[in-house]
């Protein structure tokens, strides 16, 4: 059946973009900004890929790229209009007639949660489950990708800063989010559920501190900071928007709050291990240096 995918340009979607593509699967490729992501695809694109014009803003431009599609793939960037759209573009899939729809939700989901960002997954979902469409959920854990935002600190200082204090944390790929999407898109056995994604191991800044000074062979430092004054820095000195910045305190916040442990979704659906924090360290030790 024809995937739809928004959130194409993302670092989840563009992963997933490539398995389909190995895998042969027709999908449509969603951008508000079309010929960007068909040079990011590389010029031609991929024969099974075909590239449309789709603004979430925009329900026409929806209607009319749904259009062929049963299968959604939905993982828009976090955004304080994330539920309007996500909505949106739940109910407008459901009545072009999308029959599965795969969304990229949080793992942070409980009401007692503080992090505001999972209430509006939480709040979407609800959409989802009452929309009568078959949905399949994945709550990934932090990206290892995202460690590559303390890069420049990591090149200035030496070191780099969180509020995470001890607390263990999970971590994920995404190219193992991007590979469990493509599973669950296109193994009818494994849609409609629940799926709650992370690595084997479950880790602390400080350690990720030690092993990126034994990695570039030189000492690399965890710097814990008060939440107010990691929220200040982020604002005015990172120029985060006031709603991120607040999202990067309270997810971190949340791993000092709710102990983390390892699932093994990822090892089920795809009959491996997921990949490792020391293989993704490795892998770019020359973007740290």
């Not at 030496?158 to 995404?174: E, Y």
Request: one cysteine or more.
């Amino acid at each position: 059946m024809m995937i739809a995918i928004i959130g194409a340009t993302g670092t989840i979607g563009s992963e997933l973009l490539k398995r389909l593509s190995d895998l042969r699967v027709p999908a449509l490729a969603l951008s508000r900004e079309p010929e960007k992501l068909r040079a990011q695809l590389g010029g031609a694109g991929k024969p099974t890929i075909e590239v449309k014009a789709a603004d979430a803003s925009d329900p026409e431009s929806l209607r009319r790229a749904f259009v062929g599609a049963k299968q959604l793939f939905l993982a828009m960037s976090n955004s304080p209009r994330q539920i309007e759209y996500e909505v949106s573009i739940i109910r407008l899939a459901a009545e072009a007639g999308i029959e599965h729809i795969v969304k990229i939700s949080s793992p942070a989901y409980e009401e007692r949660s503080p992090v505001a960002v999972a209430g509006w997954h939480r709040d979407i979902e609800s959409v989802l489950n009452e929309s009568g469409v078959t949905r399949t959920v994945l709550r990934p854990y932090a990206f290892m990708q995202n460690l590559l935002r303390h890069v420049s600190t990591i090149k200035a200082q030496d070191a780099f800063f969180g509020v995470m204090g001890d607390a263990l944390c999970n971590f994920i790929d995404c190219r193992d989010i991007a590979d469990v999407a493509a599973e669950v898109l296109t193994n009818r056995e494994a849609a409609g559920r629940i799926y709650t994604l992370t690595g084997t191991e479950i880790y602390s800044y400080p350690q990720i501190a030690d092993k990126l000074s034994d990695l570039l062979g030189k000492t690399i430092r965890y710097i814990n900071m008060e939440p107010r004054t990691m929220l200040r820095n982020l604002i005015e000195q990172v120029k985060m928007p006031p709603w991120l910045a607040n999202h990067v305190v309270e997810i971190q916040t949340m791993s000092t709050l709710v102990p983390e442990r390892p699932t093994d979704d990822v090892k089920r659906l795809l009959g491996r291990e997921p990949r490792t924090l020391d293989g993704f360290l490795q892998e770019n030790a020359e973007i740290f240096r």
